[in-house]
């Protein structure tokens, strides 16, 4: 089946639901989504979204603060580009009806979180993310021109070059092929703009506080089409998860910490001081490696985070969501430590893009998580991602619509997808136990601290399972579960590569083998494209 539009929106977090929202007065807009509408990381984002907002504080020292959580890898020019568009962020957030916290007094109540200098985070209690997504999908579902695909996952996307088996450059994207996870049909999606909104990939590895939707299917679709991706070797992991045979890596917010929480090992012994002079205000990267440094010097399966010394109403105010979770698990924070570790939580490499957004195939643009912009270099700084979806949509709507005003280009013909002698498959276990293997592997070799030798046994192991799932790809019809193996396979491929490429340790890259910084060779992106 053949559909036409002119923005299609894969993916519905903060940033393509903002892109969606902005262009819609100005065509056809189709969000395209794997799951329900506020099944995103979005919708799980507790911290909040940082912008400066005090006389205290300044765009200067955000843009500090950024540069230096990123360890002088982020891109100088759009650190500056975001965070001074900050405050017109907020605005529209609170236009489109998002409810952000305030104090007794009715002002604005922001925290602070591990790396900033200041209080400027924006939150809604802690359930940030809940209330943005609330607020978006309420503005999307009353918009006429906006179409909503729930439970459809894209497959691939669709160039110039591969309608017209031509050799085009510089490419340009048409569209999509689009699974119908309800009636198995693959659908064709032509659009004059296509949106990767995608996401991240934290569930490449197996311990993660990302949502199910995070398999880096942007990442993966952006690579297979031929655009460049960037950075990949840089994932975060978050410091504190709960620690539970029960609980599925739930995220303990940053803000617990930014309002005093303290990291202690099993016998109540504080550590961060030796780790860093910021204490538990110090950056992910360092926080992640203290926990697992610590761990594994003492014996221990997991630290505790502490926040016994704030009295209960405190705790319960701030902090609701968290405080209701972890009674439901048995843990009461207001009287005893929480169990943590830390899980993989945010990608800061992804489909490279300049400062519209746009990526090297003319006409696709990749904005949020799945987007590499150069602003989080080698370590996101909590609270800067929220902020990067929504000012990367506003500058990929103005890159759209500018575009739109130009004379319109024929579509050439869109082949519909071909199954070939494709039949269903009676073997999902081969599919279950690949997933596994790629996300243990990853979790095993990959990790928080690395070698040159677990990378090398992790390519390898990877490229034997892509083998597999290469002969599975064609020989049976494709499925939601499929196509994102297939996805989580190539990230990993990429962020092996990465790895091995950036011979020093520079924030979430640590290697054993690198241990030192090298400014002089490698402060620089690490970039990949497929050869065709």
């Not at 990949?232 to 929480?261: C, D, N, W």
């Not at 003492?298 to 109403?313: A, N, P, R, Y």
């Not at 500058?395 to 575009?403: D, F, G, N, Y």
Request: proline share 3%; hydrophobic share 40%.
């Amino acid at each position: 089946m053949n559909k036409t539009t002119d923005f299609l929106v894969i993916g519905s977090g903060i940033a393509g639901l903002c892109y969606a929202l902005k262009v819609a007065d100005h065509g056809k807009v189709a969000i395209v989504t794997k799951r329900e509408i506020a099944t995103t990381a979005t919708s799980m984002a507790q911290g909040g979204i940082a912008a400066v907002a005090s006389e205290q504080d300044s765009f200067d020292e955000h843009i500090r603060d950024t540069m230096e959580a990123g360890v002088w890898l982020p891109h100088e020019d759009v650190v500056r580009l975001v965070i001074e568009n900050g405050p017109e962020a907020i605005n529209d957030l609170i236009e489109w009806g998002v409810r952000f916290s305030r104090d007794a007094s009715g002002a604005y109540d922001l925290h602070r979180e591990g790396g900033h200098s200041q209080r400027r985070i924006y939150h809604s209690k802690d359930e940030t993310g809940k209330e943005i997504e609330r607020a978006l999908v309420e503005a999307v579902r009353q918009h006429p021109n906006i179409a909503i695909y729930e439970n459809h996952i894209a497959v691939d996307l669709i160039t110039e070059a591969k309608a017209t088996r031509r050799r085009i450059k510089p490419d340009r994207c048409l569209g999509s092929y689009v699974l119908d996870n309800e009636t198995g049909e693959v659908e064709t999606f032509g659009a004059r703009f296509t949106i990767l909104a995608t996401g991240g990939a934290g569930k490449v590895y197996l311990y993660t506080c990302n949502p199910d939707v995070a398999t880096g299917d942007g990442i993966a679709m952006a690579y297979r089409a031929g655009a460049t991706i960037a950075n990949m070797e840089f994932m975060q992991f978050h410091p504190t998860t709960l620690y539970h045979p029960h609980a599925k890596s739930f995220l303990i917010s940053e803000a617990v910490r930014g309002e005093g929480a303290i990291l202690r090992r099993r016998d109540g012994t504080a550590f961060m001081e030796k780790h860093h002079p910021l204490k538990d205000l110090a950056p992910r990267d360092i926080v992640a490696r203290a926990i697992d440094s610590e761990m594994k010097s003492h014996g221990d399966d997991c630290v505790f985070l502490d926040i016994t010394h704030k009295s209960e109403e405190f705790i319960k105010e701030h902090f609701p969501y968290i405080y209701e979770t972890c009674l439901s698990y048995g843990i009461d924070m207001t009287k005893r430590p929480i169990p943590v570790v830390s899980a993989a939580h945010y990608l800061c490499g992804g489909v490279s893009v300049d400062t519209w957004g746009e990526t090297d195939i003319a006409n696709l643009f990749a904005i949020g998580e799945v987007s590499c912009t150069g602003l989080h270099g080698a370590n996101r700084l909590a609270s800067n991602s929220l902020l990067e979806g929504i000012v990367y949509a506003n500058r990929a709507v103005q890159c759209s619509l500018e575009r739109l005003k130009e004379s319109e280009q024929p579509f050439p013909d869109i082949a519909l997808w071909d199954s070939g002698s494709a039949e269903d498959s009676n073997e999902e276990v081969v599919v279950a136990h690949n997933w596994d293997e790629i996300r243990l592997c990853m979790c095993n070799y990959v990790g928080i601290v690395r070698t040159t030798k677990r990378l090398v046994r992790a390519l390898r192991r990877i490229q034997m399972i892509q083998e597999e799932i290469a002969d599975y790809y064609w020989d049976f019809n494709i499925t939601s579960d499929l196509i994102e193996l297939r996805n989580i396979a190539t990230v990993a491929e990429l962020i092996i590569r990465s790895a091995l490429d950036r011979k020093e340790s520079r924030g979430l890259h640590y290697t054993l083998d690198f241990p030192e910084r090298d400014d002089v060779h490698w402060k620089k992106d690490t970039l990949k494209r497929k050869t065709f």
